[in-house]
């Protein structure tokens, strides 16, 4: 190749004196070096920018997988119930939510139905305002709320949820969601899941159902001191964790059945607290043994200091109030509530018994609903 440029010249004769400079023993010609091995030197730099850029891209890509998977895990974590940790998938649904905002209270609203279902009704809209305000949420307490009102045919872990605080995915609805009508899930920050069953929303127990839940997120604002006091209140066995295999033996359930209880007077369905019976007209069977021996206690006490001159009156309720409360007793009605077949005797015309809520128990409620509104 011949090179006829003037910078070149200078450049070779540059060069040339440079070499004989350094001593060299070996006569070099640049004219070879210079046309000869440019071309794969070239092509040498052009394959190491291409490996470079590619270990560019494998790295973009390495850390883009590695940052979405660290974000769903957190989420997923974060859940209380039902916790999966299995990956949003690229085919999955987005339920969109919807935020709601009526009489002052902000909550979010989603639905998972068949494509062809009607949308949300205002009137549904406005029952779930009512309920909320009824259960005394505060309105700021009520922007932690997505009520997803639910088609169980229609629902699939394939599905998520495009949230204020990232994508959160559906959890699996259990069996007992059929007959149960709702379900509380701890998702993702401050944002709590509650699933209604569609087939619930014109029902009665709408208002039941959902406090109860509601209660489910007072609940998971309650400090270690607050449970403390909570236990002692309901008479629940310190060391009992919040959730058991028994729904009707966890403390968790316990408190959001009494929350509904507090704003709906619709009886608890747990078993701590007093255990009263249902109907006084029925027989008590395998706890009235005990019953009987302690009025026969009671009345002796009440009447061993007293001449026959000077009888009071017994007050039947003055009575059964001091027995009902006996331990002995309240662990013996628990056994019946726990084992109808066994004791189907008692169990033959209606729940023989029903966990009351004291009068302290009703301030704790409220004065714990009113601290998380301040
Ligand atoms: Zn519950």
Known sequence: MEINNDWYKRYKNQMQTKLNQN???????????VDNDSMPKRIRWILWAVVVIWLIYMICIWSFYFFKIKKTDINSESKTTQTTHT??????EMIPLQKISNV????YLGQIDYPSAAAITDQTKNDITQIIYDA???????????????????ASTNQYFDSPFGKVKMVQLPPVFLQGGGAYSQHIGNLSFIFINKNQLNSSRLNDILTHELGHYIGSLLTAADWEQYYNLRQIPTGTPLYTSNWMLSPGEDFADVYKNVFTKEKVQTYYGLLIKTNDNFPENEC???YDKLMKNYIAKKYSNTDSWNIPILSVKEADTNITSNKELQD???KVLLDSEKYSEDWRFVVPYYSSVSQATKTFVINTINKLNL
């Open 23 to 33: 001593k060299s023993q070996f006569p070099i010609d640049i004219s070879e070096r």
């Open 87 to 92: 990956l949003i998938t690229s085919s999955a």
């Open 104 to 107: 002052g209270y902000t909550f």
């Open 136 to 154: 005394k949420f505060s309105k700021n307490l009520s922007q932690n709320i997505a009520i997803i009102i639910t088609n169980t045919l229609a």
């Open 288 to 290: 009235g043994k005990i």
């Open 332 to 334: 013996c009605r628990r």
